[in-house]
């Protein structure tokens, strides 16, 4: 039987899609009915063949000019075919640019104007005058130091002001001076640098007699003081970072020799402010105000990471005398605030105590430690301390103290007013076995002596037990008062009252309903029902 072989078009070649609609159609040869496709010829490649193709399309290039115009023609696509997309992607693009324009140009004028910072000196400097450079990469210290060095000549006249303008200012450890505001404007950042080989180590606090985490020297602050006064940190919210990261790591990993460092940390000094900033990452305690009169911590900013920051405490003043913390929030990998006055024997021996201090409108998240603490550290005492208007969330314990045999001292006159515990785990926490020591020169008759304590006004809800008070036969807890409490709990079981050695009243009804150990008093204070068991115990941790 005859074969039939014919021709037809690629009519995929015309497809709008690919723009080549005007090429000329190429015949392709139909492969003959009941025939298998012939094999594929195997190319080979070789600089002579590449002469010989060249020179066959050279023969049939054409020599023509005319012949020339008609066969480009021929494979040329037509320019109106391109037109239309064209002018359609120049359409769209120019309404892009004008919208992203517009937009710019709203928000701009939305933006407000960078904050002049003001003068709150005689004599003000920025850091840029002796030679800083805020890239995040330059450091930074000997700009710092000759910058205090320059105030430190300004005393008689009421001092001098460094500004730190908006970048990223990475620095060592350097020192404040006296009559001295430190100001960070809007978008700057202090950058800690993190190369523990430049941080000075300094002695132990002599009301602890060793590091904190480690015998022996301790390393200094990032921003540190001494016997300073009318000192002021302050700004239109800028950032002091101690990059802290890589000092946990080596910290978890114990890697380090000596106790971390706080990221500021003011000694033997006295009236102190710092307002509108925020300080985060601490390597340790991030403001550790050390033996100080007339503190003043307000509208501050506290921030670590809420786990894998050890010891990330936020505000801890430590044998301080008139102190004010108001306005904060603080979000930490340790307590909010811990207020301690020394180590058991060495802070007996030392002998300054923390009194009046007053902690108020202030919001805290811990979720490794407690909201407000007491302690452990209290050997010099802490008393007249008033926690009120205190908001704690999502986190382990609301407030705690906490001292142990050793620690000698007091805790004392503490009132607590208004707090309100959001997914709590622990609301109200008392513990007397909290058993870190120095080393073992300590007394154990060296008992702390814990009294006249009240909660008024404690709200919350989704706590797991509201209170646990574990005093014990040798630190009985004396004179504690609740009145006015509502804390909504997340297990509804027995003894989520917890109580041990405690000897108190509750005025008025609470819920929950308070341990056997406490009298029980109406509205107006009249005595109900006596307590006949005030060493009764029923603390549970295992819930």
């Given at each position: 039987?005859?074969?039939?072989i ?15 609609s ?6 392709k ?7 298998a496709k012939p ?5 080979s490649?070789t600089?002579?063949s590449?002469?010989m193709?060249?020179s066959?399309?050279?023969?049939r ?5 005319s012949?020339f115009?008609a066969?480009?023609?021929?494979f040329s ?7 239309l ?23 701009l004028?939305?933006?407000p ?6 003068r ?9 005058d ?31 002001q460094?500004?730190?303008q908006?970048?990223?200012?990475l ?14 404007a809007?978008?700057a ?6 190369d523990e080989?430049?941080?000075p180590?300094?002695?132990?606090l ?6 904190r ?18 000192v002021?940190?302050t700004g239109?919210n ?21 106790t ?16 509108d900033?925020?300080l ?11 033996d ?5 911590v307000t509208n501050?900013?506290?921030?670590a990471p ?5 010891n ?17 929030y603080i ?23 923390s ?5 108020r ?7 490794v430690?407690?909201?407000v ?15 009120e208007?205190?908001v704690?969330?999502?986190?382990r314990r ?6 142990s ?10 009132s ?23 080393d ?27 209170v646990?008070?574990n005093?014990?036969?040798?630190i009985?807890?004396?004179?504690v008062t609740?009145r ?5 709990i ?12 405690i000897?108190?009243?509750?005025i008025?009804s609470?819920f ?5 150990n406490?009298?029980?008093y ?12 005030h060493n ?7 819930f």
């Amino acid at each position: 039987m005859e074969e039939s072989i014919s021709t037809a078009f690629d009519s995929d070649v015309d497809s709008p899609s690919h723009g080549l609609s005007s090429l000329p159609r190429t015949p392709k040869t139909l492969i003959p009915q009941n025939h298998a496709k012939p094999p594929t010829p195997t190319l080979s490649i070789t600089p002579h063949s590449l002469i010989m193709a060249d020179s066959a399309a050279f023969r049939r290039f054409p020599h023509n000019r005319s012949q020339f115009r008609a066969q480009f023609r021929s494979f040329s696509p037509s320019p109106r075919r391109f037109l239309l997309p064209i002018l359609w992607i120049i359409g769209l693009a120019s309404v892009y640019i004008w919208q992203r324009n517009v937009i710019e140009g709203v928000l701009l004028l939305r933006r407000p104007p960078p904050r002049p910072i003001p003068r709150l000196r005689p004599v003000a400097f920025n850091l840029t005058d002796f030679g800083g450079v805020g890239d995040g990469y330059t450091v930074n210290t000997e700009a710092f130091e000759r910058a205090v060095y320059a105030i430190s000549k300004l005393g008689r006249i009421g001092g001098g002001q460094l500004n730190v303008q908006p970048g990223r200012w990475l620095t060592g450890p350097f020192n404040l001076t006296s009559h001295m505001t430190l100001f960070l404007a809007e978008g700057a950042v202090i950058l800690g640098i993190q190369d523990e080989n430049l941080w000075p180590l300094m002695p132990p606090l002599p009301s602890y007699g060793s590091g904190r985490e480690h015998p022996g020297p301790r390393y200094g602050s990032l921003i540190h003081g001494q016997n300073l006064s009318d000192v002021v940190i302050t700004g239109h919210n800028g950032t002091i970072d101690g990059q802290g990261v890589t000092w946990w790591k080596k910290f978890r990993q114990k890697l380090l020799k000596h106790t971390r460092g706080p990221l500021v940390q003011i000694m033997w000094s006295e009236d102190i402010k710092i307002s509108d900033i925020t300080l985060r990452n601490s390597p340790f305690w991030t403001f550790h105000p050390y033996d100080c009169k007339n503190v003043v911590v307000t509208n501050v900013t506290v921030l670590a990471p809420v786990t894998e920051a050890p010891n990330t405490d936020g505000i801890n003043p430590d044998s301080c005398e008139n102190v004010r913390i108001e306005d904060c929030y603080i979000s930490v990998g340790d307590d909010g605030v811990a207020i301690k006055s020394g180590w058991n024997q060495y802070g007996i021996s030392y002998g300054k105590p923390s009194k009046n201090i007053l902690i108020r409108n202030v919001v805290i998240r811990s979720m490794v430690s407690a909201g407000v603490s007491i302690g452990s550290e209290m050997s010099a005492g802490v008393s007249d301390v008033t926690v009120e208007n205190v908001v704690v969330w999502s986190s382990r314990r609301g407030v705690r103290i906490k001292t142990s045999p050793g620690r000698g001292g007091y805790v004392r006159n503490i009132s607590y007013r208004n707090l309100t515990l959001n997914d709590v785990r622990v609301g109200i926490v008392i513990k007397t076995d909290y058993g870190e020591h120095p080393d073992e020169g300590f007394n154990e008759k060296a008992l702390p002596i814990l009294a006249n304590i009240s909660f008024i006004g404690v709200y919350g809800q989704g706590v797991r037990v509201p209170v646990r008070i574990n005093g014990s036969e040798e630190i009985p807890v004396r004179n504690v008062t609740f009145r006015d409490m509502s804390v909504g709990i997340t297990y509804k079981k027995k003894h989520i009252f917890q109580c041990a050695f405690i000897q108190g009243k509750v005025i008025g009804s609470i819920f929950p309903m308070p341990c056997e150990n406490l009298d029980l008093y109406d509205e107006q204070a009249r005595l109900i029902r006596p307590s006949m068991s005030h060493n009764f115990t029923n603390i549970d941790y295992d819930f």
